[in-house]
């Protein structure tokens, strides 16, 4: 495979470590999504989640298992505060030629709104492709309205730039948007409805398109579906082909009653075609 080849593929390969999380880029959308169990009032957004971890086997062609997707959930030793890790790694064969790529995505979370809701504190990013690494770190100071974005460049020095968050503003990264939405933070879901969401700002993107199929699209969709089992919401997102790697940006999939992806598709990525991510442990949530 030569350079290139592989610099493709390895793009190709970055849109797998939205499938854990796919749907969840969303903010701001009011629709009609399930209540929270009527057991469940008295526990905060952090008890609610804490302990839970999903595992999802992601893979394309023939391949069906080339990497694995972890998101985890938990409490950290200051009251009010939680990380998030999310981490893709590719496996076998498919390791040996991605040059066993790891993507790792680390939020820290703080309760907000009395317990009501989560805003991120910060948000790390690693990319590590054989011995090299990519590293981002975003810090979210409210106090001062600023975002503060790190990059570790090649000779171990950071670069450091500062922008202003705007009044009002709250910038959820996916992975903090992911339990927000699930709690119903941002109001309900709704079958058949389309909707421009804000988002974490990344590659120039405030906002992308999200639409949850209608009913008779969701049966039919389900008809042709091999396993049927759990999977109660068809979500369709259009995101930036740049972020996803592929020639649209079309990501697809289910979501459980709870809303926690069941199965997802980035169609058309680059040098791959269509990757899909299926879950396939969860731990749920402790008491």
Do not use: C
Not at 217 to 229: I, L, S, Y
Request: proline fraction near 3%.
């Amino acid at each position: 495979m030569s350079d290139l080849t592989r610099r493709l593929f390895l793009k190709g390969l970055a849109g797998w470590s939205l499938l854990s999380v796919w749907p969840f880029t969303l903010r701001e959308a009011r629709a009609q999504m399930p209540s929270l169990p009527a057991s469940e009032p008295s526990r905060s957004i952090g008890q609610f989640f804490k302990g839970e971890e999903l595992v999802y086997e992601i893979g394309f062609w023939l391949v069906r298992r080339g990497a694995l997707g972890r998101l985890s959930f938990k409490e950290t030793d200051k009251k009010g505060l939680y990380l998030a890790t999310l981490q893709t790694e590719t496996l076998g064969i498919l390791g040996w030629v991605a040059r066993y790529r790891v993507d790792t995505y680390r939020a820290t979370m703080e309760e907000i709104n009395g317990g009501k809701s989560l805003r991120a504190v910060s948000f790390e990013e690693d990319v590590k492709v054989g011995s090299r690494i990519n590293r981002r770190v975003h810090l979210f100071d409210y106090e001062r309205r600023k975002w503060i974005n790190k990059r570790l460049k090649k000779d171990g020095t950071w670069e450091v730039r500062e922008a202003e968050i705007p009044a009002g503003k709250v910038y959820d990264d996916f992975i903090t948007a992911s339990y927000n939405f699930r709690y119903g933070v941002y109001g309900n879901i709704e079958r058949g409805k389309k909707y421009v969401v804000a988002t974490f700002p990344r590659k120039g993107a405030s906002s992308y398109e999200v639409k949850v199929a209608p009913r008779e699209e969701e049966e039919q969709k389900r008809k042709d579906e091999k396993g049927k089992a759990g999977k109660d919401f068809l979500v369709r997102l259009k995101l930036s082909p740049e972020i996803t790697y592929s020639k649209e940006g079309i990501v697809e999939g289910w979501l459980s009653k709870d809303l926690f992806p069941i199965e997802g598709a980035i169609r058309d990525v680059i040098l791959v075609g269509d990757v899909k991510g299926t879950l396939i442990q969860r731990t749920r949530a402790q008491s």
